[in-house]
């Protein structure tokens, strides 16, 4: 019960409540992993690395998802060193999340040769590639220059006909200008016969990215009007620059009961600012920032 209150606190931007119930609860009892793993999690997400350093010095019992923590923990507050000698330590028990987080990290610190390290690690324990960490190396190359890996990763999925995910896709389709690799997605998708709901969301993104927003919205039309869907049909109309058409997407996401993710406000802002509808763009930073 403990731990599922200071996961609502830590959800609705309450971290203090939620350090004053961890305090509560850690001077009483012995606190399983699970909990110091929300706590620290929470902490991250609202810049508390003190409070969350407090808790790394309570926990006693470390399984993979705490130590994954504090390797992010040690990733976003310029420790790195300290996340890649805890990596070492426990590579043998990596999971997903583990290399997502490393990668990222490497990514923010430009430890290109800690990143070929655990690349190399991923391959001698014949890990499969795919979901966060797919996204993360993606990424990673762009940056570090070398978009022919992250076409060689891309295409070496395909070919292992491993699953690609929308993330995975939307990070390449952010990086690669050339229109024909943009081309080739789309038929790609439209020589399937039943495609599947990411490759609706890749097809509504790549016509977005050429601006053919009739074409994208055909797709969206199709498909059912939930969250998910929604929030792609939002970022094409962001790329596209239809702020009326975004701010609708946006109170359609609400209606539904469920408070927009903060890369739905980016794309609806940004589509307001492109559309010049400052009255628009302002309400919405309103409720963003209800103090102001």
Partial sequence: MGTCIIQHYCNTNRIEDAWTMYKKLSSRFELESRTHTVMIAGCIAAGKFDYAD???QN?????????????????YSNRFSLAMNLFKQNSHNATASTYSIMIAGCNANSAWSDMDNIVKHMEDTAFTVQGRVATALIAAYFKRNQPERAYDLYYHMRAKNTHIDLATYTQLLSHVSSPSFNFALEEEILHEENPTVTQKHILILCYARRDDHESAM????????????????????SLCGKGVEAVEALNDIIRLGVSPSSDAYVSALSACSRSAMMEEGEKIFETLNPSS
Avoid: R
């Fill in 59 to 75: 926990t006693k019992h470390q399984d993979i998802e705490l130590l994954n923590v504090i390797m992010k923990l040690y990733c």
């Fill in 218 to 237: 055909k797709v969206f039309e199709s498909m059912e009007k939930n969250v998910e869907n929604l929030s792609v049909i939002l970022q094409a109309h």
């Fill in 54 to 56: 407090i808790v790394c």
